[in-house]
Nanobody, 122 residues
Framework: VQLQASGGGLVQAGGSLRLTCAASGLTLGNYGMGWFRQAPGKEREFVAGISWSGGSTGYADSVKGRFTISRDNAKNTTYLQMNSLKPEDTAAYYC????????????????WGQGTQVTVSS
C-alpha cells in the first residue's frame, strides 16, 4: 500500500497550488481521506478531510474558504486545492487514508503518504 503526495512547491503569497495524493495497493473509494500538515518545530495538524463518497468534507478553521478537498475514486486520487496561500501555510503536507471515514485525529488513519513540501513566500 502506498500513498504518493505530490504538487508541492514554492509559491508567492496569494498564489495557488493543487496537491495530489495517488494511491496504489488499495481501493481509495473504500477510505475516507485526510490532509494534514506539519511546519518546522510544530506538531502535525489536520487540514481537511473527505468521506469515501465525497459527500462530506471538513476543514480546519485556518484554511476554511481557501482550501478545497476533493477526490476522484475512478483515478484512485485525492486532491487539495489551495488558494490565497499565506506564509503561515508553509509546511510539509501529508495525505492519509482512514477505513472508517475521516476526522481530525491522526491516530484514526491507517495509511500515510510521505509528504510534499509547500513553501509560501511573503
Amino acid at each position: 500500500v502506498q500513498l504518493q503526495a505530490s504538487g508541492g512547491g514554492l509559491v508567492q503569497a496569494g498564489g495557488s497550488l493543487r496537491l495530489t495524493c495517488a494511491a496504489s495497493g488499495l481501493t481509495l473509494g473504500n477510505y475516507g481521506m485526510g490532509w494534514f500538515r506539519q511546519a518546522p518545530g510544530k506538531e502535525r495538524e489536520f487540514v481537511a478531510g473527505i468521506s469515501w463518497s465525497g459527500g462530506s468534507t471538513g476543514y480546519a478553521d485556518s484554511v476554511k474558504g481557501r482550501f478545497t478537498i476533493s477526490r476522484d475514486n475512478a483515478k484512485n486520487t485525492t486532491y487539495l486545492q489551495m488558494n490565497s496561500l499565506k506564509p503561515e501555510d508553509t509546511a510539509a503536507y501529508y495525505c492519509a487514508a482512514d477505513k472508517t471515514g475521516w476526522g481530525s485525529t491522526m491516530s484514526r488513519y491507517d495509511y500515510w503518504g510521505q509528504g510534499t513540501q509547500v513553501t509560501v513566500s511573503s
